[in-house]
């Protein structure tokens, strides 16, 4: 099985980091620097999957996302499962969680990168309320997202999320939203969420 950029002893991805230390702004060890575009200020926040004022203290949540089946990846990273497939097979996305939650905070989303500047990366809510395509299921109380026959366009974009958000958070009854997950989302992992990224099997390959 191959691993996927992980390193347990990884440095916090921080492309604002000197921008905050030439302030004074001292940001947590569980923290990063980040631009406010309204007021063009900086300020430290937690990482995704901690709770805190970013400064003096980010608490780790008791609850964590985690993998049901190693077996069903080609590719293990730091809360990234890769999956190799053909276009027409199928593709299992399970998790299980441990810690406190309810199935309503429990959400399943597909990645789509932006293309340019002039456009933002979304994603887009997968549940049974969207819309969804006969050949895809939410599954087990929101714990497997299913793909019964893969297309060439699971491939294009190629990246799926599960995530636990917050009880006090207010459920968004919108499909589809901006979210700036390229780099920063990956690279700094949160126990919070998984990711699932298809891989087309190269022609040839069986």
Same mark, same amino acid.
């Given at each position: 099985? #191959?691993?996927?950029?992980?390193? $347990?002893?990884?440095?916090?991805?921080?492309?604002?980091?000197?921008?905050?230390?030439?302030?004074?702004?001292?940001?947590?060890?569980?923290?990063?620097?980040?631009?406010?575009?309204?007021?063009? /200020?900086?300020?430290?926040?937690?990482?995704?999957?901690?709770?805190?004022? !970013?400064?003096? /203290?980010?608490?780790?949540?008791?609850?964590? %996302?985690?993998? #049901?089946?190693?077996?069903?990846?080609? !590719? =293990?990273?730091?809360? %990234?499962?890769?999956?190799?497939?053909? $276009?027409?097979?199928?593709? =299992?996305?399970?998790?299980?969680?441990? !810690?406190?939650?309810?199935?309503?905070?429990?959400?399943?989303?597909? =990645?789509?990168?932006?293309?340019?500047?002039?456009?933002?990366?979304?994603?887009?809510?997968?549940?049974?309320? /969207?819309?969804? $395509?006969?050949? %895809? #299921?939410?599954?087990?109380? /929101?714990?497997?997202?299913?793909?019964?026959? +893969?297309?060439?366009?699971?491939?294009?974009?190629?990246?799926?999320?599960?995530?636990?958000?917050?009880?006090?958070?207010?459920?968004?009854? %919108?499909?589809?939203?901006?979210?700036?997950?390229?780099?920063?989302?990956? =690279?700094?992992?949160?126990?919070?969420?998984?990711?699932?990224?298809?891989?087309? +099997? $190269?022609?040839?390959?069986k």
């Amino acid at each position: 099985m #191959a691993l996927l950029w992980y390193n $347990p002893k990884i440095k916090i991805q921080d492309p604002y980091e000197m921008e905050c230390l030439s302030q004074g702004l001292a940001c947590h060890k569980k923290a990063s620097c980040h631009l406010d575009e309204v007021t063009a /200020s900086f300020y430290c926040h937690c990482l995704p999957g901690y709770f805190g004022d !970013g400064y003096n /203290s980010c608490e780790e949540s008791s609850t964590q %996302v985690m993998l #049901a089946n190693t077996s069903l990846c080609d !590719g =293990l990273g730091e809360q %990234v499962c890769l999956q190799r497939r053909m $276009p027409g097979q199928s593709a =299992l996305f399970f998790v299980y969680i441990q !810690g406190s939650y309810t199935q309503d905070q429990i959400k399943w989303y597909k =990645l789509y990168a932006s293309k340019g500047s002039m456009y933002h990366s979304y994603r887009r809510r997968l549940w049974k309320d /969207s819309g969804l $395509p006969p050949v %895809v #299921a939410v599954l087990n109380q /929101s714990l497997a997202l299913m793909l019964y026959s +893969i297309g060439e366009d699971d491939f294009y974009p190629n990246k799926f999320c599960v995530e636990v958000q917050p009880i006090d958070l207010p459920d968004k009854l %919108v499909n589809v939203e901006p979210c700036d997950f390229a780099s920063f989302g990956m =690279l700094n992992a949160s126990q919070l969420r998984y990711f699932f990224i298809l891989d087309r +099997i $190269p022609i040839g390959k069986k």
